[in-house]
């Protein structure tokens, strides 16, 4: 296809088998290039698209091809039991420890694991990661001091490899470091490699301390093929085309410069990707000519290699720097570009069987759990990683209290103790209704809470760290106390001030599955949204139907038909008849008017059994916006190209 074209398209054509079984062939994924003003905007190089393809985290019939596992197929199920995948940013929970990030990552992943031994292995990999010295500082983000940027980076390596990983992936690890932090954590990763586990990862334009870390890599410019092999022999491989490398000059600088040469000119990049793929010598640009060797270098014939390496192909032109796949640390072994070097490879360059983890192997397959833990060990672990962090940010559970205390005490001060006459009986329905709808903002800031521990829990379950049922169930319980508290406090300001007649402990319950259910729904809705903007404004565009439709405005009775179902949808609504019905229930007068009359002309029930329907109605809500949460994160929240 052309490049021009709506589409573009990776394609690794030909077969690659990597150290530790694991061999790719024939992979191409297609995109759809988005046009803004007339400029094609389409993918990049490709290292992220093809890192994610080995991965297992392209979508089912998205990615063509195959990559298999001792010759096994490779399936999302399998490669998230065997490997680790370290993306570009650092998803962690900025008041958590060094220690702490590493210790909860230790429990979902080594479930069956003495906490001795998950401590002691925590020790060690800080101890590796050379993050000794900052064992016990938080993490932070950008509002809260913390570890440093390498430090961080060292940390979320670590939280990949606590179970030990026989595949590490990693996409980008010295993204947005400076070249001593950046340099720190390449001598990391390489030490891992060393260990035993096979890493693959990418890296933009390294520098020459970071190259030498490197056994095998692969140079991609344009989506296409530019070199594959030992980072000494670019030397050779510049040579076939008729180059010089002076030796003070870095060789793999050297060609990128080259790389990006032909992209400015007539030929392109696809002259230097069809001499990696075929071996034929691509025409010398002017600029080179008279650096070329005086003698003719011979071509090979076209076909006359065997074992030449896959390229991509027909990427949309918009990443002329070349980027890394890196093999690293003798770890990955590839087949070399053609005539990249003269020598023959000798069992030095490959992965010797007793340093390979067991991967594919059926037995492995049987005896490797989808999760360490069971269901209620991982939701204890959630519990108490969310208490820790809702402890060390008070603000978002102060600042409600303090609302509810400030609100309740104006409430308790505008509506002292209502008079027994008509004006009373208002201003009782007014406070009811307030009171709703102030429990049903109270929740709101939940969105951008949320929004960003969503980042972290994509990255944990992307590994099977933990289901997303024990998340559900483990962030609802962890603040029930919480929210119970914040009823309490409203409940007590308000009771005697307004001089409620009805049952206290409904009252209170009302309140209590009332912020319940809300907060069940504002999650939902953060679970849905792309970020908190939106969510701000879909949990407040919901909360204005709600209000509207609950029965305050216009009785049930009086509603339009086709508006009927907004009445039951809104959760407003039950609340805010249950409490009515808990003070006016009675046989007791209100400014000479009986209660049951009071709520007749309200449009509501007086039948006894029907304000506990009420509270069966506002769990039922609060459990189905539960469920929907659920099925947002374990069906639609993975982080996968599509």
Same mark, same amino acid.
């Given at each position: 296809m052309k490049d021009d074209g709506p589409d573009a398209v990776i394609d690794i054509a030909k077969p690659v088998n990597l150290a530790g079984g694991l061999e790719f062939s024939n992979l191409t994924y297609t995109v759809i290039k988005?046009?803004?003003?007339?400029?094609?905007?389409?993918?990049?190089?490709?290292?992220?698209?093809f890192l994610d393809g080995l991965a297992g985290r392209i979508a089912t019939g998205s990615l063509m091809g195959r990559v298999s596992l001792d010759g096994a197929d490779v399936n999302p199920?399998?490669?998230?039991?065997?490997?680790a995948y370290v993306m570009q940013d650092d998803r962690l929970f900025p008041m958590l420890t060094v220690y702490e990030t590493l210790m909860f990552a230790a429990d979902f992943r080594l479930g069956s694991m003495s906490t001795a031994d998950k401590r002691q292995r925590v020790e060690q990999l800080i101890e590796k990661l050379g993050l000794s010295s900052s064992r016990n500082t938080y993490i932070g983000d950008e509002g809260r001091r913390g570890v440093?940027?390498?430090?961080?980076?060292?940390?979320?390596?670590?939280?990949?490899?606590?179970?030990?990983?026989?595949?590490?992936?990693?996409?980008?690890?010295?993204?947005?470091?400076d070249s001593t932090s950046a340099?720190?954590?390449?001598?990391?990763?390489?030490?891992?490699?060393?260990?035993?586990?096979?890493?693959?990862?990418?890296?933009?334009?390294?520098?020459?301390?970071?190259?030498?870390?490197?056994?095998?890599?692969?140079?991609?410019?344009?989506?296409?093929?530019m070199y594959q092999g030992a980072p000494r022999d670019v030397v050779g491989h510049l040579g076939r085309i008729g180059l010089k490398v002076s030796k003070s000059e870095n060789p793999m600088e050297y060609f990128i410069d080259v790389v990006q040469e032909y992209d400015r000119s007539d030929l392109g990049v696809e002259a230097l990707a069809e001499f990696a793929?075929?071996?034929?010598?691509?025409?010398?640009?002017?600029?080179?000519?008279?650096?070329?060797?005086?003698?003719?270098?011979?071509?090979?014939?076209?076909?006359?290699?065997?074992?030449?390496?896959?390229?991509?192909?027909?990427?949309?032109?918009?990443?002329?720097?070349?980027?890394?796949?890196?093999?690293?640390?003798?770890?990955?072994?590839?087949?070399?570009?053609?005539?990249?070097?003269?020598?023959?490879?000798?069992?030095?360059d490959y992965m010797t069987d007793?340093?390979?983890?067991?991967?594919?192997?059926?037995?492995?397959?049987?005896?490797?759990?989808?999760?360490?833990?069971? $269901?209620?060990? =991982?939701?204890?672990?959630?519990? /108490?990683?969310?208490?820790? +962090?809702?402890? #060390?940010?008070?603000?978002?559970? *102060?600042?409600?209290?303090?609302?509810?205390?400030?609100?309740?005490?104006?409430?308790?001060?505008?509506?002292?103790?209502?008079?027994?006459?008509?004006?009373?009986?208002?201003?009782?329905?007014?406070?009811?209704?307030?009171?709703?709808?102030?429990?049903?903002?109270?929740?709101?800031?939940?969105?951008?809470? $949320?929004?960003? =521990?969503?980042?972290?829990?994509? /990255?944990?379950?992307?590994? +099977?760290?933990? #289901?997303?049922?024990?998340?559900? *169930?483990?962030?609802?319980?962890?603040?029930?106390?919480?929210?119970?508290?914040?009823?309490?406090?409203?409940?007590?300001?308000?009771?005697?001030?307004?001089?409620?007649?009805?049952?206290?402990?409904?009252?209170?319950?009302?309140?209590?599955?009332?912020?319940?259910?809300?907060?069940?729904?504002v999650v939902f809705v953060s679970a849905v949204v792309p970020n908190y903007i939106v969510g701000y404004a879909a949990v407040i565009a919901c909360t204005a139907l709600f209000f509207l439709f609950c029965g305050y405005f216009l009785s049930?009775?009086?509603?339009?038909?086709?508006?009927?179902?907004?009445?039951?949808?809104?959760?407003?609504?039950?609340?805010?008849?249950?409490?009515?019905?808990?003070?006016?229930?009675?046989?007791?007068?209100?400014g000479n008017v009986p209660g049951n009359s009071i709520l007749e002309s309200l449009g509501i029930g007086i039948e006894h059994n029907l304000k506990w329907h009420k509270v069966y109605a506002i769990l039922g809500w609060a459990v189905l916006y539960r469920v929907l949460f659920y099925i947002v994160l374990r069906f639609f929240s993975k982080n996968q190209r599509k």
């Open positions: 988005k046009r803004v003003h007339n400029r094609s905007h389409g993918p990049g190089a490709g290292k992220s698209t199920s399998l490669i998230k039991r065997i490997s440093s940027g390498g430090e961080r980076r060292r940390v979320t390596i670590g939280v990949g490899i606590i179970h030990g990983p026989s595949l590490l992936f990693l996409d980008e690890p010295t993204s947005g470091l340099h720190s954590v390449m001598e990391r990763v390489h030490d891992i490699a060393r260990s035993g586990s096979t890493v693959v990862l990418t890296i933009h334009q390294p520098s020459s301390r970071i190259e030498v870390l490197l056994d095998r890599v692969i140079v991609l410019a344009r989506g296409q093929l793929l075929t071996g034929v010598r691509p025409p010398l640009l002017v600029a080179y000519e008279e650096m070329s060797a005086s003698t003719e270098l011979p071509q090979p014939k076209r076909g006359s290699h065997k074992q030449a390496a896959g390229g991509s192909r027909a990427l949309a032109k918009n990443s002329p720097t070349p980027v890394y796949y890196a093999y690293s640390s003798e770890i990955l072994q590839g087949t070399p570009t053609p005539h990249s070097s003269d020598r023959t490879l000798n069992e030095d007793s340093m390979v983890h067991p991967i594919a192997t059926e037995a492995y397959r049987k005896l490797t759990p989808k999760f360490a833990n069971s $269901f209620l060990p =991982e939701t204890w672990i959630l519990m /108490r990683r969310n208490f820790i +962090n809702i402890t #060390r940010t008070p603000e978002l559970f *102060v600042s409600r209290l303090f609302v509810l205390a400030i609100m309740g005490f104006m409430m308790a001060t505008m509506f002292w103790h209502p008079k027994n006459n008509t004006q009373g009986i208002t201003d009782r329905v007014s406070f009811f209704i307030f009171t709703v709808c102030l429990f049903f903002f109270s929740s709101n800031d939940a969105v951008p809470a $949320f929004i960003q =521990e969503r980042f972290v829990f994509i /990255r944990e379950t992307s590994h +099977n760290a933990y #289901r997303a049922s024990s998340y559900t *169930v483990a962030c609802l319980i962890t603040y029930l106390p919480f929210l119970a508290l914040q009823a309490a406090l409203y409940a007590v300001i308000v009771w005697l001030p307004l001089q409620l007649d009805g049952a206290f402990g409904y009252f209170l319950l009302v309140l209590y599955v009332s912020l319940i259910s809300t907060n069940s729904f049930s009775h009086a509603m339009p038909r086709y508006w009927k179902w907004m009445y039951y949808v809104s959760t407003m609504t039950y609340p805010y008849e249950g409490l009515l019905m808990n003070e006016y229930q009675q046989n007791k007068t209100f």
